[in-house]
């Protein structure tokens, strides 16, 4: 979610990205606080209502039951599975949303960098983040790696996934981005 925050803040407008943070405790106070933090935004930082409208749209647009979606009427689908941390299944905007022609390019990872202030650290940094910073270091930007067709195979060649433990997942990211007055009225 951190490296979604830093690299890929647009992906917010995805419903499987928003389906999977909001699921697993994220909140527009909490993604607005990470793009903030790890983002260069101009004039004025991002806020909790910009968050929620690039969320809302996508939501809304898939109809049914989401017609009226908030953040706080999020329903958790059965199927949902707040360990996992794959992005193999989500969908891009361009994908849900047929009125979107403008295709999604490739991108090389190190152009992911671009407006970033400073990258993921700990656990909050996972494959993309050591994707990025190895295709932004000088002796190696030269090497043709792109962002999403090359991932798994940069993965590979910086010698293997990164071993996964529960400080990783989407819940604890939140609990360590979320002040502690507004997580203790959050239950």
Known sequence: ???LACFLPKWL???DVVDRVISNGGT???????INMYREMGD???????????????MRKRGGEFEN????????????DPSSLSISRFRIPKETHKDRSKSDPSVPFKDLAQNV?????????????????YHVQPEHQDEVWNFPD???????????????TKKYQ?????????????RKSAT
Request: glycine content about 6%; charged content about 20%; hydrophobic content about 40%.
């Open 1 to 3: 979610v951190a490296e």
């Open 13 to 15: 407008k995805s419903i």
């Open 28 to 34: 527009c106070g909490t993604i607005a606080r990470m």
């Open 44 to 58: 004025a930082p991002t806020t909790s209502n910009s968050v929620l409208r690039m969320m809302m749209p996508a």
């Open 69 to 80: 979606w908030t953040v706080g009427g999020h329903i958790i689908q059965d199927a949902h």
């Open 117 to 133: 202030k400073v990258f993921p650290q700990k656990y909050d940094a996972l494959d993309l983040t050591r994707c990025v910073e």
């Open 150 to 164: 090359d991932f798994e195979a940069l993965v590979k060649h910086l010698g293997g996934p990164t071993a996964i």
């Open 170 to 182: 989407d819940k604890e990211i939140f609990n360590r981005w979320t002040p502690p007055h507004i």
